[in-house]
């Protein structure tokens, strides 16, 4: 004999329920529920840091890109010879009371902590 079953679901937000019924008595083969763990709220602040702090990484890395881009379209320097000098903080102090040159101004620009993160 072959026997139609028909499963039956609710789907709620934090849980779902089931049952098997026999189609032909009606009769209820087996049901359940599985119940989901509530979501923790500082998980919640973990994740929207860490997508916070990859936002700012990414927007900073391309603004030093579209600053580079634009010194060279200007002609300040040169793609293969710029290096940034020593100290881009002794740079811009110097820029406050005297004209830099164009590598000092590049360096001012594109170096924020370290002469490596060009």
Do not use: H
């Amino acid at each position: 004999m072959n026997k139609e079953i028909v499963l039956g679901l609710d789907i709620g937000i934090g849980s779902i329920g089931w049952d098997l019924i026999d189609k032909q008595t009606g009769e209820i083969i087996d049901k359940g529920v599985r119940l989901f763990s509530e979501a923790n709220p500082e998980n919640n602040v973990d994740r929207r840091l860490f997508r916070s702090t990859r936002r700012s990484i990414r927007r900073k890395e391309f603004r030093l890109y579209r600053t580079r881009r634009v010194l060279l379209e200007m002609g300040l320097i040169d793609d293969t010879a710029f290096l940034p000098l020593d100290n881009p903080y002794e740079i811009r102090c110097k820029g406050l009371v005297n004209k830099l040159r164009n590598d000092e101004l590049a360096t001012a620009m594109l170096v924020y902590y370290t002469k490596d993160t060009i």
